[in-house]
């Protein structure tokens, strides 16, 4: 079974500037998210789809941040503008059932 | 919503020493309890999971328990070794909603 995608691995931007993140989920998940870990603490959900729609944004800043999970499978994920709080690793996740997820690699983020 | 607490924030043993990670949860209807081990730079992966008609779990030198009246659960891993020195978080779903803990730090000394 193939992975959870996501790209790109790394990006540097400077503040103010706009980034986005893409994931592509385990074939037949219903279930992605989005999570952001600064180091040194757990990963924090900033969104949930369930197919193309949205479950759980409560924590998403949404006056800079946007997801959209066109057709039910590949997620993007936008910072715009960023800012230099918003360096941390963003994890896209997937999952069939309430039976645990399977993480992607992870896009490292850093605003300078 | 959820809140999910762990302990301690770090942990160092000896190589061949037990180790226990414990967690606590707010909401009463969680019913889904996974663990999961982040060596650095890498993605978190499950190690070990427990629903919440199961009290204890055991897989090799991993173990999870679960005490549903108390809220908390267990992460207790015998035999440590080198390699087992990592990030692990614990986390607590109800319905695909899953909430991680802020994680502990475990160091195991050759």
């Known amino acids: 079974e193939a992975g959870v995608a996501q790209s790109p691995r790394y990006k540097i931007i400077e503040k103010r500037q706009s980034v986005a993140f893409w994931c592509n989920p385990i074939?037949?998940?219903?279930?992605l998210y989005w999570y952001q870990q600064i180091l040194g603490q757990g990963p924090k959900l900033l969104i949930q789809f369930q197919n193309n729609g949205v479950v759980d944004d409560s924590q998403l800043p949404k006056d800079r941040f946007s997801a959209e999970r066109l057709k039910g499978v590949d997620s993007t994920l936008k910072i715009q503008p960023a800012k230099l709080e918003d360096s941390a690793v963003y994890l896209c996740?997937?999952?069939?059932?309430?039976?645990?997820?399977?993480f992607g690699s992870g896009t490292r983020l850093t605003v300078v | 919503g959820e809140n999910v607490e762990q302990h301690p924030s770090t942990l160092s043993v000896q190589e061949g020493d037990s180790a226990v990670i414990k967690c606590t949860y707010s909401d009463s209807a969680s019913n889904y309890f996974p663990w999961y081990k982040q060596e650095l730079g890498k993605r978190p992966q499950l190690i070990i999971d427990?629903?919440?008609?199961?009290g204890e779990k055991k897989d090799q030198r991993i173990a999870v328990t679960l005490n549903k009246t108390a809220k908390h659960f267990s992460l207790h891993i015998t035999e440590t070794q080198p390699e087992d020195s990592a990030v692990y978080f614990c986390a607590a779903s109800l319905d695909n909603d899953m909430r991680f803990g802020a994680g502990t730090r475990l160091t195991v000394k050759p």
């Open positions: 074939s037949g998940h219903a279930t």
């Open positions: 996740a997937s999952s069939s059932r309430n039976y645990g997820y399977t």
């Open positions: 427990i629903r919440s008609n199961v």
